[in-house]
């Protein structure tokens, strides 16, 4: 899928793009993919991506700003989303938009968009731009967005966790659910010494409740190089089908995720009798 999305956009950025709808989509057309990103300049990170799309279960997959450090995934089973995007399509005419957008002088790091839809029935829309588009194209950007920040709204109400992978440097943490228990293993990989641990469920609930991944904001990321820095990342999945993953860099001045990350898997491995001894809190 990835790469005919990748192939539509080199279609599009040399020119070969046609305009590929003039007539409105069939009313018994249902969309079945949909895609929709913005990014450039000089930040990494700046601009989104959405992209839902039919699983061959039939359920329907959202992933919300792939590659970036917040990236996000839900799974779900409720199809309406794609009721209300076919809406936005035809408010704003968008199966009209034509090939590639650009302006007519020059711009320099600017943002670029993308948007790519297809249908059961095989037709598609595959459209963008570079600091350019056809007549309101913003609008219906801005339209998109909003209908589908109701769905990622959704992936950040946390249900329970079910599995937690946590890495630092060379420390590798697993937490999973398993049962009526949690199996913590954690690995080091310059050592290779592997534990494997048995742990109560209620662990994991702590974990939910100490660790708000949704309120991340990016971390001090690597930059001056003498600096020495640590990286680390984790991501959590939840049983509502949601993952949320996260990457960064630790400097010499750790930051709170990390800190409290830390007390928490140490503070796992323990023995419940030593465990009980602390009250433990964030």
Request: some cysteine; hydrophobic content about 35%.
């Amino acid at each position: 899928m990835k790469t005919m999305i990748v192939l539509a956009s080199l279609l599009s950025l040399f020119g070969c793009a046609s305009p590929l709808h003039s007539s409105k989509p069939s009313e018994n057309d249902t969309i079945v993919h949909f895609s929709l990103h913005e990014g450039g300049g000089m930040d990494r990170f700046s601009g989104f991506g959405y992209l839902v799309e039919e699983t061959e279960e039939g359920k329907v997959h959202f992933l919300f700003n792939e590659g970036f450090p917040d990236e996000t995934e839900l799974t779900i089973e409720d199809h309406s989303v794609f009721d209300s995007l076919q809406a936005i399509i035809l408010k704003h005419k968008v199966y009209k938009y034509q090939g590639h957008y650009q302006p007519k002088f020059d711009v320099l790091d600017g943002t670029s968009w993308g948007l790519y839809v297809s249908y059961a029935s095989g037709k598609d829309i595959s459209t963008g731009g570079y600091m350019a588009g056809p007549a309101g194209y913003r609008a219906a950007i801005n339209d998109f967005i909003q209908c589908l920040n109701h769905w990622k709204e959704q992936a950040t109400i946390a249900g329970e966790v079910v599995s937690f992978h946590y890495e630092y440097g060379s420390d590798v943490y697993d937490l999973e659910r398993k049962d009526d228990r949690m199996v913590m293993t954690v690995f080091n990989k310059e050592t290779g010494k592997r534990q494997v641990l048995d742990r109560e469920l209620e662990l994991l609930d702590q974990l939910r409740i100490l660790f708000n991944v949704y309120s991340l904001k990016m971390n001090q990321t690597r930059g001056d190089l003498d600096f020495e820095y640590t990286p680390w990342m984790f991501e959590i999945t939840y049983n509502n089908g949601t993952k949320y993953h996260y990457e960064s860099y630790d400097t010499t001045f750790k930051c709170g995720y990390t800190e409290a990350l830390q007390e928490f898997m140490s503070h796992c491995m323990k023995e419940k009798e030593e465990r009980d001894r602390f009250y433990f809190y964030y």
